[in-house]
């Protein structure tokens, strides 16, 4: 090491409380720190009397990034957030540009967004529960977990053409149809789910040392959390029971009938528990969007922001014009603001969006859970034991692209 | 039979040994590391390219895997993990953010891992399918194995 | 209290000067606020209309105004869906507005980002480090005049 290299955070602590303790500085480039996140640490033995928190490595510009584009083109970007469930903030985005320019989407839209926003759902808390799970040494809950989400990365690249992070929805619908046979496979994975969680179900739920493990710790009450921002499954495990899709129904929610499962104690074990409770209202959800899915238009018919065909693209000069605008200029929203909520797997996925007008936004901003919470992190960590941060943090489901944008 | 023939063979196995047990350590970030968990799933497996288990100190591994964004706030961490790998080392850029900084061009994302520090493969995607990581760790095999060690074949 | 009445109660007793609260599309109220009525509002709001959930504060840049910035505050009840969006303009020459830090936890990390930001001095929070910016970066890159491609690399680029 030839060149000493900057530090580019500045501890609040930089001397210990009491002269034997220890301050030891966790990531950014930790196992499980669930990307990059560093966390400074005053420890007395193994006892945390204080933590620093510093999230922000993955901050990417994506707000000044949206100055730049189009609306179509911050899609990606936005999935790109919350990556472990892309198709949610693709849906948050575009619900509010939708209600910034007055639209209304198809019914077919509505219960498909809703459908694949459940399977977003299924997908994050599949992750965020294995990951957990194999930083407290349970690999065989991870391979099966992980296993099961293969199967819904393949399905969903069947839809969307990618596994990962989609860029499926658009403004005024979605980007294609269902294939043939995509409900019927939708149906098979959802039988080898419920399989392959009753198994992770028998090995963990009851096992003396996962109990011991995550009962009573990283616990947060219902006030605190309410005072930090908590929202999703950690307010949820608190004990109260707010979810914008009960509590402010949008898209097809409605029309569901589901519950919301709530914890007792507000620790890990009970955000193990209302995340593996919750994946299974999605799958119920899922099964009953699968019946009630009508036939129609996936596109609302307005050439304000709807790609016209390609065959009348090539054919009628109107049509031509009208993608050279889009493309080029975007889709002309008019001024003014919204502020657009979903429930995400983490929590309240807000985007505060101002237009003046043209077709890129004037700014774009996300409220986003992950940020939050890691507000709270510092709350939940304070007290506990060295050991018990990788499960504290596990549970909290930190999402970097989410939380530093 | 000259001495190049056994020294050849030497450097072969010593390749053959490096490229088969591979400790990688992955500098995961952002969206690509789903994708890494996946390579690591049973169903595309990486280890049975002998890359199992990833070693998260940097003095216990020799590749790097650079999975994700690099900003600007990481490169100390990054040029430093880099520094405290001994040799041999090699670096895989896994998406294409790490490798040139994808479409993210701005005043935080550092255009690509090359910045900062060497790169032996480059797998584009965003993210990669698990069968390109496959294909470019099989890359990255294949450059293992056509090195050449100089000090093997002076010293016999 | 139902939506309803909630919304009447706010629109009547909140910066109760005619035109200041409108029912926005996205049924958010907003208010528009002069910076010195800020913590008054937020403190009547968290205890007497049961808004206890802080959701997010940011800024938006309008250069060609002279009060600049536009602070935003979101608030969200834990008990009923009516969100409240509290906005206050303040210029670039001392563009600071009172903190809400003692009324919510999270306004800590929040003001934080803003002013990494925007800038945006937040009175009465002591510790505005970078959160998503490093030490040693210079300027606030939301502004517009902050060009989206300058780069500050922390370690010398190879090439």
Same mark, same amino acid.
């Given at each position: 090491?030839?060149?000493?290299?900057?530090?580019?955070?500045?501890?609040?602590?930089?001397?210990?409380?009491?002269?034997?303790?220890?301050?030891?500085?966790?990531?950014?480039?930790?196992?499980?720190?669930?990307?990059?996140?560093?966390?400074?640490?005053?420890?007395?033995?193994?006892?945390?009397?204080?933590?620093?928190?510093?999230?922000?490595?993955?901050?990417?510009?994506?707000?000044?990034?949206?100055?730049?584009?189009?609306?179509?083109?911050?899609?990606?970007?936005?999935?790109?957030?919350?990556?472990?469930?892309?198709?949610?903030?693709?849906?948050?985005?575009?619900?509010?540009?939708?209600?910034?320019?007055?639209?209304?989407?198809?019914?077919?839209?509505?219960?498909?967004?809703?459908?694949?926003?459940?399977?977003?759902?299924?997908?994050?808390?599949?992750?965020?529960?294995?990951?957990?799970?194999?930083?407290?040494?349970?690999?065989?809950?991870?391979?099966?977990?992980?296993?099961?989400?293969?199967?819904?990365?393949?399905?969903?690249?069947?839809?969307?053409?990618?596994?990962?992070?989609?860029?499926?929805?658009?403004?005024?619908?979605?980007?294609?149809?269902?294939?043939?046979?995509?409900?019927?496979?939708?149906?098979?994975?959802?039988?080898?789910?419920?399989?392959?969680?009753?198994?992770?179900?028998?090995?963990?739920?009851?096992?003396?040392?996962?109990?011991?493990?995550?009962?009573?710790?990283?616990?947060?009450?219902?006030?605190?959390?309410?005072?930090?921002?908590?929202?999703?499954?950690?307010?949820?495990?608190?004990?109260?029971?707010?979810?914008?899709?009960?509590?402010?129904?949008?898209?097809?929610?409605?029309?569901?009938?589901?519950?919301?499962?709530?914890?007792?104690?507000?620790?890990?074990?009970?955000?193990?528990?209302?995340?593996?409770?919750?994946?299974?209202?999605?799958?119920?959800?899922?099964?009953?969007?699968?019946?009630?899915?009508?036939?129609?238009?996936?596109?609302?018919?307005?050439?304000?922001?709807?790609?016209?065909?390609?065959?009348?693209?090539?054919?009628?000069?109107?049509?031509?014009?009208?993608?050279?605008?889009?493309?080029?200029?975007?889709?002309?929203?008019?001024?003014?603001?919204?502020?657009?909520?979903?429930?995400?797997?983490?929590?309240?996925?807000?985007?505060?969006?101002?237009?003046?007008?043209?077709?890129?936004?004037?700014?774009?901003?996300?409220?986003?859970?992950?940020?939050?919470?890691?507000?709270?992190?510092?709350?939940?960590?304070?007290?506990?034991?060295?050991?018990?941060?990788?499960?504290?943090?596990?549970?909290?489901?930190?999402?970097?692209?989410?939380?530093?944008? | 039979?000259?001495?190049?023939?056994?020294?050849?063979?030497?450097?072969?196995?010593?390749?053959?040994?490096?490229?088969?047990?591979?400790?990688?350590?992955?500098?995961?970030?952002?969206?690509?590391?789903?994708?890494?968990? +996946?390579?690591?799933?049973?169903?595309?497996? %990486?280890?049975?390219?002998?890359?199992?288990? *990833?070693?998260?100190? =940097? $003095?216990?591994?020799?590749?790097?895997?650079?999975?994700?964004?690099?900003?600007?706030?990481?490169?100390?961490?990054?040029?430093?993990?880099?520094?405290?790998?001994?040799?041999?080392?090699?670096?895989?850029?896994?998406?294409?953010?790490?490798?040139?900084?994808?479409?993210?061009?701005?005043? +935080?994302?550092?255009?690509?891992?090359?910045? %900062?520090?060497?790169?032996?493969?480059?797998? *584009?995607?965003?993210? =990669? $399918?698990?069968?390109?990581?496959?294909?470019?760790?099989?890359?990255?095999?294949?450059?293992?194995?056509?090195?050449?060690?100089?000090?093997?074949?002076?010293?016999? | 209290?139902?939506?309803?009445?909630?919304?009447?109660?706010?629109?009547?007793?909140?910066?109760?000067?005619?035109?200041?609260?409108?029912?926005?599309?996205?049924?958010?109220?907003?208010?528009?606020?002069?910076?010195?009525?800020?913590?008054?509002?937020?403190?009547?709001?968290?205890?007497?209309?049961?808004?206890?959930?802080?959701?997010?504060?940011?800024?938006?840049?309008?250069?060609?105004?002279?009060?600049?910035?536009?602070?935003?505050?979101?608030?969200?009840?834990?008990?009923?869906?009516?969100?409240?969006?509290?906005?206050?303009?303040?210029?670039?020459?001392?563009?600071?507005?009172?903190?809400?830090?003692?009324?919510?936890?999270?306004?800590?990390?929040?003001?934080?980002?803003?002013?990494?930001?925007?800038?945006?001095?937040?009175?009465?929070?002591?510790?505005?480090?970078?959160?998503?910016?490093?030490?040693?970066?210079?300027?606030?890159?939301?502004?517009?005049?902050?060009?989206?491609?300058?780069?500050?690399?922390?370690?010398?680029?190879?090439?």
């Amino acid at each position: 090491m030839d060149t000493p290299l900057a530090n580019p955070v500045r501890s609040i602590f930089a001397t210990p409380l009491r002269e034997d303790s220890v301050i030891v500085n966790i990531g950014p480039s930790h196992p499980a720190t669930h990307g990059t996140v560093q966390i400074i640490a005053e420890l007395d033995g193994e006892r945390v009397l204080r933590t620093d928190v510093h999230c922000g490595y993955l901050h990417r510009g994506f707000e000044k990034e949206c100055e730049d584009h189009t609306w179509h083109n911050l899609i990606p970007y936005v999935d790109r957030l919350n990556y472990v469930s892309a198709l949610v903030n693709d849906f948050a985005y575009c619900d509010g540009v939708e209600r910034l320019m007055g639209i209304e989407i198809t019914p077919r839209c509505r219960y498909l967004r809703t459908l694949l926003s459940e399977y977003s759902r299924l997908v994050d808390h599949l992750t965020c529960v294995a990951a957990g799970l194999m930083e407290m040494g349970a690999m065989t809950a991870f391979l099966y977990l992980v296993m099961v989400r293969d199967f819904m990365y393949e399905h969903l690249a069947a839809l969307t053409g990618a596994r990962v992070t989609y860029s499926y929805g658009r403004i005024g619908g979605l980007a294609c149809d269902l294939p043939d046979g995509w409900l019927a496979r939708l149906e098979e994975i959802l039988v080898q789910y419920e399989d392959f969680v009753a198994r992770v179900h028998a090995l963990v739920d009851r096992n003396r040392i996962f109990i011991d493990r995550l009962r009573g710790v990283g616990v947060i009450s219902t006030a605190d959390a309410l005072s930090f921002g908590c929202t999703g499954p950690i307010l949820r495990s608190t004990g109260l029971a707010r979810d914008l899709r009960k509590d402010a129904p949008y898209l097809a929610y409605a029309e569901l009938d589901f519950d919301v499962p709530v914890g007792i104690a507000g620790d890990n074990y009970d955000r193990y528990f209302v995340r593996m409770r919750e994946m299974d209202e999605s799958v119920y959800m899922m099964r009953q969007l699968a019946q009630m899915l009508p036939e129609g238009p996936i596109n609302v018919d307005d050439r304000r922001c709807t790609f016209p065909e390609k065959q009348r693209v090539y054919r009628e000069i109107e049509s031509l014009i009208n993608h050279f605008k889009l493309v080029m200029d975007g889709p002309s929203v008019p001024a003014g603001e919204v502020y657009c909520a979903h429930e995400a797997p983490n929590g309240e996925l807000g985007f505060y969006m101002v237009s003046t007008g043209s077709g890129t936004p004037w700014k774009v901003h996300v409220r986003s859970p992950s940020f939050v919470h890691m507000g709270a992190a510092s709350r939940m960590l304070d007290g506990g034991q060295l050991a018990d941060i990788v499960p504290t943090f596990g549970s909290i489901n930190m999402i970097g692209g989410e939380c530093d944008r | 039979m000259g001495l190049d023939f056994y020294t050849g063979k030497l450097a072969d196995a010593v390749n053959w040994a490096r490229k088969f047990s591979l400790f990688s350590y992955p500098f995961v970030t952002a969206c690509c590391g789903m994708e890494y968990m +996946s390579v690591a799933a049973p169903k595309y497996d %990486i280890a049975r390219f002998g890359a199992e288990f *990833p070693r998260f100190s =940097p $003095r216990q591994a020799d590749l790097l895997i650079i999975v994700g964004t690099i900003t600007e706030r990481q490169g100390p961490a990054l040029r430093r993990i880099y520094e405290q790998m001994c040799e041999p080392k090699w670096v895989v850029a896994f998406g294409v953010c790490a490798s040139t900084g994808g479409f993210y061009q701005n005043y +935080s994302t550092m255009p690509g891992a090359d910045q %900062i520090v060497p790169v032996d493969v480059y797998i *584009p995607g965003c993210p =990669p $399918r698990p069968e390109m990581v496959i294909d470019g760790i099989m890359q990255l095999q294949d450059k293992i194995a056509r090195a050449k060690h100089p000090i093997l074949t002076k010293t016999f | 209290m139902s939506a309803a009445t909630v919304l009447e109660s706010l629109q009547q007793q909140i910066v109760p000067a005619a035109g200041a609260a409108t029912l926005s599309h996205d049924s958010c109220l907003v208010f528009q606020l002069a910076p010195d009525e800020l913590v008054r509002t937020v403190r009547r709001l968290k205890e007497e209309f049961g808004y206890d959930l802080f959701l997010d504060v940011t800024a938006v840049d309008w250069p060609a105004d002279a009060l600049r910035f536009e602070v935003v505050h979101h608030f969200a009840s834990s008990r009923q869906p009516l969100r409240v969006r509290l906005k206050t303009r303040v210029a670039p020459a001392d563009p600071s507005v009172d903190s809400l830090v003692k009324l919510y936890g999270s306004a800590a990390f929040m003001e934080r980002e803003c002013h990494d930001m925007y800038g945006i001095v937040f009175r009465g929070n002591h510790d505005l480090r970078p959160i998503l910016l490093y030490e040693g970066f210079a300027g606030h890159p939301l502004r517009k005049d902050y060009p989206k491609t300058r780069e500050q690399p922390l370690v010398p680029y190879r090439h």
